[in-house]
């Protein structure tokens, strides 16, 4: 199928597209949340949740906002080649765990965002400098 239609498609599914779609698809993550869904001959990941939707759009967004530095960019205006995609996605979130617990695995990406606003509040609070450096050590590309 080509792109436009998939794009179509998409664009009129009521699905709430999972920003950390790339990472679970992967297998570099997983979430509790998480619906796979086939869409145009493609797997896609939807969130079955509206709140922890909203949380994991955030966290990317300060995530892409906190690696431009780390990907050599000055800013971020448009999508990010899957190499990079994946490494502030996998990354951030692995440092993220690595920062709650001391563990690489992220079992469950609802979950972890919840507990790190436990701990440090609201995700303009999270140790996004740490994450990042973490993020170069615990990352390997496949």
Same mark, same amino acid.
């Given at each position: 199928?080509?792109?436009?239609? /998939? ?9 709430? /597209?999972? !920003? ?42 300060? $995530?892409?906002?906190? =690696? ?9 205006? #448009? !999508? ?12 951030? $979130?692995? #440092?993220?765990? =690595?920062?709650?617990? #001391? #563990? ?15 701990? /440090? ?5 999270? !140790? ?9 050590? $615990? /990352?390997?590309?496949?």
């Amino acid at each position: 199928m080509d792109e436009a239609a /998939y794009r179509q498609a998409l664009t009129t599914s009521t699905l709430r /597209y999972c !920003p950390f779609e790339k990472t679970i698809l992967t297998n570099g993550a997983a979430c509790s949340k998480a619906e796979r869904h086939n869409i145009a001959e493609r797997e896609i990941i939807a969130c079955n949740d509206a709140e922890a939707h909203q949380r994991c759009i955030g966290l990317r967004d300060l $995530l892409r906002h906190n =690696f431009t530095f780390a990907l050599g960019k000055l800013h971020i205006d #448009g !999508p990010l080649p899957h190499a990079q995609e994946m490494r502030m996605q996998c990354g951030g $979130l692995k #440092g993220l765990q =690595f920062e709650l617990n #001391g #563990g690489e695995e992220v079992f469950d990406i609802a979950a972890l965002v919840v507990m790190a606003q436990q701990k /440090y509040g609201e995700l303009d609070d999270f !140790p996004y400098s740490q994450m990042v450096r973490l993020a170069n050590t $615990l /990352y390997k590309a496949r």
